[in-house]
């Protein structure tokens, strides 16, 4: 797998996988395990997701070295630096490992700066050996730059065909930040797969829309994890590096921009309110 380097000097597989809304813990250890034997090596989990056992237990389980695996855990929004700090040991005790490749800040609320100070100070210590943040809009990613020790390797976000995100993408990547996409199919809205201009460039090339999508994420040099529980969906989305994109396919993707979140504005205070109480809003990552 190909991988990008971080500002850390780490290296990220350029495309994972994820278990979001995976919740059965026995349906997720397969999918993992499924995964696995079709080629995927970072796996994308999260403490709100409540799967870390399971994706802990399948990599175990692999009898793959863990130094072949790359995990990615998120913490879910703490209130102070002891309470980010008990949130990482959780992590670690779940997955069921001495150290998470990376570790995200999963949201922009709460004590952002006690729990990146926690983040820091568990990757000097070797437990975390790459740190970042997830859903972070520029100028809160800037304000973690400019008064902290580390800045953020991975900046996490929801980046597909209907929401761009072009000025963040471009902010982050100017910051040497790596970009990862979350939803890069955007929960199947607005029938993405069954867009004709995505299958006009997937007909040139023998790929499907999902295909396109993830290798037109790649060549903006983004990581992505799509998701699947169907292992022929698992080995279709793995296999888009034996083909390129032209500058005019990339610029008609381009168009396709609709500048909105199939999910939820991250800035509405009233969407702010129910993600701090634990109250669903959207499909949320």
Not at 5 to 15: A, S
Not at 179 to 194: L, N, R, S, T
Not at 264 to 277: A, G, L, Q, T
Request: some cysteine; overall charge negative.
């Amino acid at each position: 797998m190909d991988s990008f380097k971080l500002n850390d000097g780490n290296k990220i597989p350029k495309l994972g996988f994820g278990v979001f809304q995976v919740d059965d813990l026995n349906e997720c250890e397969k999918v993992v395990s499924d995964a696995i034997k079709v080629g995927y090596r970072l796996f994308d989990t999260a403490a709100i997701y409540k799967n870390e056992l399971a994706v802990g237990r399948a990599i175990k389980k692999s009898g793959i070295p863990r130094s072949e695996f790359f995990i990615t855990s998120k913490l879910w929004i703490s209130s102070n630096y002891a309470e980010a700090q008990e949130g990482i040991k959780k992590s670690l005790k779940n997955l069921d490992t001495d150290y998470i490749d990376l570790y995200l800040i999963h949201q922009p609320y709460g004590d952002t700066m006690g729990e990146w100070r926690a983040l820091e100070d568990a990757k000097r210590a070797g437990k975390l050996r790459s740190i970042g943040v997830s859903n972070f809009y520029s100028d809160v990613v800037k304000n973690i730059e400019l008064f902290n020790d580390i800045k953020p390797a991975v900046n996490q976000l929801e980046v597909n065909p209907w929401n761009q995100q072009l000025d963040e993408v471009k902010f982050n990547q100017q910051e040497d930040i790596q970009v990862e996409a979350w939803a890069p199919f955007a929960e199947g809205k607005h029938d993405i797969f069954q867009n004709e201009l995505l299958k006009d460039i997937g007909s040139k090339y023998g790929k499907s829309n999902g295909q396109v999508i993830l290798r037109w994420l790649l060549q903006r040099n983004i990581v992505v994890i799509p998701k699947s529980t169907h292992v022929s969906r698992m080995k279709e989305n793995i296999d888009v590096f034996d083909f390129q994109l032209t500058d005019e396919e990339m610029n008609k993707i381009a168009e396709l921009n609709k500048n909105e979140s199939q999910f939820f504005d991250r800035r509405d205070p009233r969407d702010i309110e129910k993600i701090v109480r634990g109250e669903k809003v959207g499909a949320e990552n």
